[in-house]
């Protein structure tokens, strides 16, 4: 057991330097010089340009040698310095992600789940029999083929234009400040039913039809025939493949739970959400590198621990994992 | 008492029609007997082990009357029969060793079985105990998840899961298929063991391989293409069978105390036929040395001498005559 994790934890480890290096790389190799755009839009004189020009390269740390900034970068980040944005100058990146990231979680986390929840249990409910699935899996293939952003447009127009139930811009009315008030909250709630929405429905089919297909696989499987050859009764059957079905879906929830923090791009960009992927979006528009790369990180770090922690559950869940511990593998 | 069948018919329905696995079989099966069913692949012998206790798709049932101890078995009726399976007839699959749920500690998903039937886990436990030592399992297996068991202690596993509430007849089928040589008698054996000691009162094995039917069968049904081609005490049908299939299939086994280096064993020439369309009468007439126009009609399964059944024009004439 201590074996088995303590070489998990060497993996993710790995990979986690890995990624980081990779996320310092990017921004650095991209085209363009962020300074410099940034001056060219304040637009000085000759002079006082190269002025700020050189001091704006002092406070980034980008006049010293590349190994340097990697170091000093490594530092940086053990210190919980994200480095400074330059959109939002002089915001410091790691405040303008954690401002964004409670409207990411209250977004995703329920859509996720619920979906997931509700998926898996009518995918189920749909492989009992032949007139259910022919009726119920159509429909979640249609709504796992939907893209996000063209059901969250369709229901913005429905719902938010030819009937005025909801609003569909912004995480909350653009006039009123955040605050704890009931008034605040009421209007969190109703900025949050669209999006919502519109990543439930997409990802409850795609949930619904990987359970439905996985549920069947397994009513095949010897097993299932052996119980009832033994005259077991059909919720015990059903509950056995459940059980074993479900074993794949929960990889499935742990890689969205993963990239939570990511944001859904497309549907905070249709929904002008304040979210992460909005945020990305901003970053890329305004050149702000460190936005951008401390987005990625937090998206990194998301991701490998949601991996760490499904690694952790498929032990507690699947007896198969727990004989490979012993071995050598 | 026993087991009896009377004509029973079931067809695999496929996109192309009906394949006619099993056609009009009657025998009866006594108590406390232990009847072996041989045939070459396809010949059905499955088909009617699993129709007596599991019917599904894509088997058909086409007609027939199945008794149990004088009860109708309602085996066209799948949640009818779930009254009867275990508790008065039950399986041991061809799989097995996938027969147990992997996620599940194999004694846990027996009570879950159990209670689900309405018996009392806590009162069979000590049988259960009793019966994991006559096979020679461990106790601690009831506390082990399946993938922790070789391949034969599952075996022997299912065994004693199929077993627990001592069905009137027990289907093993291909019980010693995928086991060596040395575990495959001791299997056998326990088969044995287990009707003495009233585990189940009457079995049938089925399997292709004769010689273990030889060392444990107290009779044995021989199959062709969906039809009972005879039926003897086991040294009947080794020592004198009387249809023409069952001498070519016997004549084809290799003998103990021969050796094989200039004479090579003979097979049967031919194939079997395809069961979608199969030939009128005789399924048989077509590799038979001995047929004539007669085996257009089907032959009667006929007893011919007490305990002895053959079906074949020729036997019956001859039977007639004498």
């Not at chain 1, 952003?149 to 429905?158: C, N, P, R, S, T």
Request: proline letters at 6%; glycine letters at 6%.
């Amino acid at each position: 057991m201590k074996r088995y994790f303590s070489r998990k934890l060497l993996i993710y480890i790995l990979t986690l330097i890995l990624a980081v290096t990779v996320d310092w790389l990017i921004p650095r190799f991209m085209p363009g010089n962020p300074v410099q755009i940034m001056i060219a839009r304040a637009g000085l004189k000759a002079e006082s340009a190269k002025l700020v020009y050189s001091e704006y390269m002092k406070a980034f740390g980008l006049d010293v040698p590349i190994w340097q900034q990697y170091i000093n970068f490594w530092i940086a980040l053990f210190h919980g310095d994200f480095g400074v944005s330059l959109w939002l100058f002089p915001r410091p990146v790691l405040r303008i992600i954690m401002d964004a990231v409670p409207y990411d979680l209250l977004l995703l986390v329920p859509a996720i789940l619920i979906s997931w929840f509700a998926g898996n249990n009518f995918g189920a409910f749909a492989a009992r029999s032949k007139w259910l699935d022919n009726t119920i899996s159509p429909l979640g293939y249609v709504l796992t083929a939907t893209p996000y952003m063209w059901l969250g447009i369709l229901l913005a127009w429905a719902l938010g234009i030819v009937v005025h139930i909801f609003p569909f811009s912004g995480a909350y009315s653009y006039g009123l400040m955040p605050s704890l008030s009931w008034k605040f909250i009421g209007s969190l709630l109703q900025h949050w039913v669209l999006p919502f929405m519109s990543l439930f429905l997409v990802m409850f089919g795609g949930w619904a039809i990987g359970m439905r297909n996985m549920i069947i696989y397994e009513l095949e499987a010897d097993y299932s025939h052996y119980l009832e050859a033994l005259g077991a009764p059909k919720n015990l059957v059903r509950r056995y493949a459940f059980r074993n079905a479900v074993l794949p879906q929960i990889t499935g929830l742990a890689l969205q739970l993963g990239v939570i923090v990511a944001g859904q791009l497309v549907t905070e960009i249709v929904f002008s959400y304040p979210g992460l992927g909005y945020l990305i979006l901003q970053a890329i528009q305004n050149h702000d590198f460190f936005l951008l790369q401390g987005c990625f990180l937090f998206i990194i770090i998301g991701v490998l621990i949601a991996n760490f922690a499904i690694d952790v559950t498929y032990v507690l869940v699947d007896p198969r994992t727990r004989a490979g511990m012993t071995g050598e593998a | 008492m026993g087991l009896q069948v009377e004509n029973l018919t079931v067809y695999y329905q496929t996109l192309k029609g009906n394949v006619q696995a099993l056609e009009n079989a009657s025998f009866n099966v006594a108590d406390g007997e232990i009847m072996g069913l041989a045939g070459e692949s396809g010949c059905g012998k499955t088909t009617l082990g699993h129709s007596l206790v599991y019917l599904n798709q894509p088997m058909k049932f086409i007609g027939g009357r199945v008794l149990l101890n004088d009860q109708d078995m309602p085996i066209a009726d799948m949640e009818a029969m779930n009254d009867f399976r275990l508790k008065q007839i039950s399986i041991i699959p061809q799989y097995a060793m996938n027969a147990l749920n992997p996620t599940r500690k194999i004694g846990k998903m027996t009570a879950e079985l159990l209670e689900s039937k309405k018996v009392s886990f806590k009162i069979i436990k000590a049988e259960l105990e009793r019966r994991l030592d006559l096979v020679k399992l461990p106790r601690e297996v009831l506390n082990m998840y399946p993938i922790e068991l070789s391949g034969g202690m599952k075996q022997r596993m299912v065994m004693v899961l199929s077993t627990l509430l001592n069905p009137a007849l027990l289907i093993a089928d291909e019980i010693t298929s995928a086991l060596d040589v040395a575990s495959q008698k001791a299997v056998a054996e326990m088969l044995v063991e287990f009707r003495d000691q009233q585990c189940c009162n009457s079995a049938i094995v089925i399997t292709h391989d004769i010689s273990i039917l030889y060392q444990i069968a107290d009779s044995i049904l021989i199959m062709y293409a969906g039809q009972l081609a005879e039926r003897a005490s086991t040294d009947a049908i080794i020592h004198s069978p009387r249809h023409p299939y069952t001498k070519m299939l016997i004549s084809s086994l290799p003998k103990v105390g021969v050796r094989y280096e200039e004479k090579k064993l003979s097979g049967i020439p031919g194939k079997p036929p395809l069961l979608l369309n199969p030939p009128r009468g005789c399924r048989f007439k077509e590799r038979c040395p001995l047929a004539f126009e007669k085996c257009d009609q089907v032959p009667p399964f006929e007893e011919i001498a007490p305990g002895h059944f053959v079906a074949c024009w020729k036997e019956s004439a001859k039977n007639a005559q004498a």
